[in-house]
């Protein structure tokens, strides 16, 4: 577990590319070789230690949805678990963490979707709230756009809710 939480922690603040398996290893205080024979290679850490199962949607209606996602939102810009962050951080350059990423939006879409009236388009309609959303943990996370640390989570969902209750609704 410590080596995991070590990784995470790297992952988070390098991206997969500049975490070394021997940087882990120092920051566990174990021996290099430790790292490997558990893990075998330093993809296998990587994806190990990124593993993280989105919450499931409960919402009954839109605006319990819309609730629901905005909800989300002020948890993802209060912090992401590290595993969250390393995968941000390397989908760009490493194409496991884009993999990683797409499978667990796509998961998120159609939970989304399913939520969502079936009249039209279901699925796009998730895909740009879930999307609209990511944008914003990455303008606050990882980004550190001063418009967006400055403001208080309350007051960014607020502002989103419109668009977001849209696009979650039904179809006009």
Request: glycine share 8%.
């Amino acid at each position: 577990m410590r080596i995991l939480d070590r990784a995470r922690e790297l992952f988070a603040e390098k991206g997969f590319e500049r975490t070394t398996i021997r940087a882990v290893a120092a920051a566990a205080s174990v021996d290099p070789a430790l790292v490997m024979q558990y893990f075998g290679s330093k993809r296998e850490l990587f994806g190990q230690a990124v593993q993280v199962l989105p919450a499931p949607l409960t919402a009954t209606d839109t605006e319990a949805l819309v609730d629901q996602l905005l909800a989300s939102l002020g948890l993802k810009l209060g912090g992401l678990p590290e595993g969250t962050l390393a995968v941000m951080r390397s989908m760009l350059t490493d194409q496991a963490a884009a993999d990683h990423i797409r499978v667990a939006l796509g998961r998120q879409i159609a939970g989304v979707g399913a939520a969502l009236p079936a009249d039209e388009d279901p699925e796009l309609r998730a895909a740009l709230v879930v999307t609209a959303l990511l944008g914003v943990t990455i303008g606050h996370q990882l980004l550190g756009l001063t418009s967006l640390r400055e403001a208080s989570a309350d007051r960014i969902a607020a502002l989103l809710r419109p668009a977001v209750k849209a696009l979650a609704g039904p179809p006009e």
